[in-house]
């Protein structure tokens, strides 16, 4: 007995002898020092083992030494968070969700808190200074006098994320760079990895998403570690841990870790569909799945999510679309109902909200044009709340999805019109862009407006690269201006050559466009000062393939052998079907007749083209840019051109497709 008591003061006299040694080597908790220690975990780490050993964190920052940074980062350096590469402001869509389901899910209490870990109340509990502090490092000293319980650690690491979050890029970096150096921050990634096998799922899953919106690498221990964990235990995960633990893994890159979780997760979902019941967590596991999922599996989610349809708030709808583009599955049924509610309360979507849901329309190739008239009639009736780059920013958008709002560009042209002055050359470049591949200019103001545009990019001519010259050369174009002095310079040799060969990556498109701007100099007869003309630049090789319902119906009101079909010209225009008639336009001619020269003047060519919907503006049989430059050059070729949009005729009656075309191809 007297021997045990012995021992028993003698290993009490060699850990106080430990903690006093290691105490005076000094803190350890510059990243520099971390680097250093690569993937080691100091000795002191396996002597302080237990959970009461961390009352006072920072009085041992010695003493818990861990590598949570990834390989790759030096010293000092501050990782970048998903999203950073965003101006201020704006916050990632993801982003969104997850703040949304943490403010949701993640409440700071004392819930579920071990009977052994509660501390004495003095004047507050550990949780309502928690949500009084209001910066990281407040957050860190608050931490480090408490006893850091599983569940601390976890709604610590939460709030730490909560209060950086809706910063600016500076401030945020700067509060990183105090966070990473900070010795508390540290002791709470050592208390993650020593206690994520015991850890609630939930405060694993919330411990996890934490790390990594601070900016902690994918690749270091305490990730690697959790994504373990998650793994061993990911059957036991209810709707709310595995909702969270799909936020993190939507964001993280390709590893064994991480593709085998989204792997178990997938498959844990499509068991576990018909029990879920929050919206926002079926959104998470719908962008968990991904792309890559079975098809069957994202119908399945689809199904499920059309039978919570009730539920559905402005919020859920808003994410459905970028949940859908997540996916790459379209779904009609789901983006349609959510378009009502968005077109019903578009004034309570703010300017990102608009622009994610715009853009994932545009991936999911999916048009509709209520919800688009609303979005533009909402911009329109609230013009002078955005600012330039803002409106550009929708137009840009618009016509990528093949939508010409007349109100809004009739405004903004105005606007340019009023201040041309305060546009910069990508806006110019922009605007250029998204009225030329539409087709729009004002109709009263036609010359105007295009003379504003003319003169803000010739302030520029000194200074602009060949590419973008050629952009905007080729905007105009399109329009049919013809501004003198940027065709000049574009004329120039040392500038046509770089255009050609100096960036091989831009080599096609820049060849195309140049093939295009070759044919209006030749066809539109641009007054141009310099002699200097393009070289012939071979036209686009595309593959084109005619309407068969069309050809069928020429043969049947035609005959055999009146008209040729797949016509290519020279300049590279493709015609579906070439029709010789005479003068008038009344009676066919023959293809013998036509082939006599002499007797040119006497005929007229009908070039009868069959354009997709996509070379119309969406609702309308407004030809857009291409197009229209084309009937313009065909028109100038002596052509009496016949447009007969695709999916118009598609949608007519077999009976009433003859008369239809004999209307257009025929006067009177």
């Known amino acids: 007995m007297q021997c045990n008591q012995l021992l028993r003061q003698a290993l009490l006299l060699y850990s106080s002898s430990c903690r006093r040694y290691f105490g005076s080597r000094g803190p350890r908790n510059s990243i520099a020092q971390l680097k250093q220690l690569g993937l080691r975990v100091s000795a002191s780490h396996n002597l302080h083992h237990k959970d009461s050993s961390f009352g006072c964190c920072a009085a041992r920052a ?94 610590s690491l939460s709030r730490i994320w909560d209060t950086i979050k809706k910063m600016s890029d500076d401030q945020r970096c700067y509060e990183k760079r105090l966070i990473y150096e900070h010795p508390v921050f540290e002791h709470l990634c050592q208390k993650v990895m020593q206690d994520s096998q015991k850890m609630r799922n939930d405060d694993l899953a919330y411990s996890l998403l934490a790390l990594l919106k601070l900016g902690v690498s994918q690749q270091s221990r305490v990730v690697q570690t959790l994504l373990r964990v998650a793994q061993e235990h990911l059957n036991s995960f209810d709707e709310k841990a595995l909702s969270i633990l799909a936020n993190c893994l939507e964001e993280m890159e390709s590893s064994m870790n991480v593709d085998a979780l989204k792997s178990g997760v997938r498959l844990l979902v499509e068991i576990r569909i018909p029990e879920i019941k929050n919206v926002f967590a079926l959104q998470s596991m719908m962008r968990c799945v991904g ?114 709002h007349v109100s809004l560009m009739d405004t903004f042209a105005q606007k340019v019109m009023d201040d041309s002055d305060s546009l910069t050359l990508k806006d110019v470049l922009n605007i250029l862009k998204a009225y030329s591949l539409l087709n729009y200019v004002p109709q009263n103001h036609r010359q105007k407006f295009l003379e504003s545009l003319t003169n803000v990019l010739e302030t520029y001519l000194h200074k602009i690269i060949p590419g973008e010259l050629l952009r905007a050369v080729f905007s105009f174009c399109l329009l049919g201006h013809f501004p003198q002095a940027s065709l000049d310079k574009l004329l120039q040799k040392e500038v046509f050559d770089e255009i050609l060969y100096q960036d091989p990556r831009f080599s096609g498109l820049n060849e ?157």
Not at 325 to 354: G, V, Y
Not at 582 to 606: P, W
Not at 654 to 665: D, H, L, T, V
């Open 62 to 155: 010695g003493t818990t030494s861990v590598r949570f940074y990834g390989q790759d980062e030096r010293p000092g350096q501050v990782p970048k968070t998903e999203g950073e590469d965003q101006s201020s402001g704006h916050p990632r869509e993801s982003e969104a969700v997850n703040a949304a389901m943490t403010s949701s899910l993640h409440t700071l209490s004392e819930e579920h808190e071990p009977p052994y870990a509660k501390p004495a109340r003095q004047e507050a509990s550990f949780y309502e200074l928690l949500r009084a502090c209001q910066s990281p490092s407040d957050i860190l000293d608050m931490a480090g006098k408490y006893t850091l319980t599983r569940r601390r650690v976890s709604n």
């Open 291 to 404: 792309k890559d999922a079975p098809f069957s599996l994202k119908r399945k989610l689809e199904e499920k999510a059309l039978s919570t349809m009730h539920q559905f708030s402005l919020t859920n709808s808003q994410h459905m679309f970028t949940t859908l583009a997540a996916m790459k599955f379209t779904s009609k049924p789901l983006l349609d109902i959510c378009s009502q509610k968005i077109s019903e309360n578009m004034h309570r979507i703010p300017f990102w909200r608009l622009v994610y849901l715009l853009k994932s329309c545009r991936d999911l190739r999916y048009h509709n044009y209520t919800l688009f008239s609303s979005t533009g009639d909402y911009l329109a009736s609230t013009f002078d709340m955005w600012n330039t780059k803002q409106v550009v920013t929708f137009l840009l958008l618009f016509e990528e999805l093949g939508f010409c």
């Open 512 to 668: 195309h466009m140049l093939h295009y701007v070759n044919l209006c100099i030749q066809l539109d007869c641009p007054p141009i000062s310099t002699t200097t003309t393009i070289s012939p630049v071979r036209p686009p090789s595309l593959t084109f393939n005619v309407n068969s319902g069309l050809h069928g119906t020429l043969q049947s009101i035609l005959g055999r052998g009146a008209f040729q079909q797949a016509v290519l010209l020279d300049n590279g225009y493709f015609i579906d079907f070439l029709i010789t008639l005479d003068k008038d336009r009344k009676n066919i001619c023959s293809l013998t007749q036509e082939n006599d020269t002499t007797a040119h003047e006497d005929y007229q060519r009908v070039a009868v083209l069959c354009p997709s919907a996509s070379s119309f503006c969406l609702g309308t049989t407004q030809p857009r840019g291409k197009l229209a430059m084309k009937m313009r050059h065909l028109e100038a070729l002596d052509y009496y051109t016949v447009l007969v949009p695709e999916h118009e005729f598609a949608e007519l009656p077999e009976e009433e497709k003859g008369e239809f075309m004999k209307k257009r191809i025929f006067a009177n």
